[in-house]
């Protein structure tokens, strides 16, 4: 995450599981909001019924939405544009982003056609 930014090609949002081996999804979400390289980056984290996350924590951590796994596909469109949402309201993107089904944002300008979605699972 660091080097893509460093390149100037950030990641806009980061899709984090909860269980992951040596680092839990938690850890890694503080990691990001720490490091002020990429602390940019929004975090959407999906778990499993069983680690649904309380409100509190997910501030604490910078995490966007908790969904939980399985989750149908409309419904995880729906948290990544939220998440892209409020990454424009802390940035110069343009609000209301509409996302094709591929992800690519519709009648927009080129300036939010570079967002990236880095998926870590």
Do not use: W
């Amino acid at each position: 995450m660091r080097e893509a930014t460093s390149t100037g090609k950030p990641y806009t949002l980061a899709l984090l599981d909860f269980q992951m081996p040596e680092m839990n999804g938690l850890e890694l979400a503080h990691a990001i909001k720490s490091d002020s390289v990429i602390s940019a980056t929004r975090s959407v984290m999906l778990t499993s019924h069983g680690h649904l996350l309380r409100p509190a924590e997910l501030q604490k951590f910078g995490i966007d939405p908790c969904v939980i796994k399985p989750i149908k596909q409309s419904r995880l469109f729906d948290c990544i544009t939220d998440a892209v949402n409020r990454a424009a309201d802390e940035t110069s993107l343009p609000k209301n982003v509409a996302l094709s089904a591929a992800g690519v944002p519709l009648g927009t300008s080129t300036a939010l056609a570079k967002i990236r979605i880095l998926l870590l699972e």
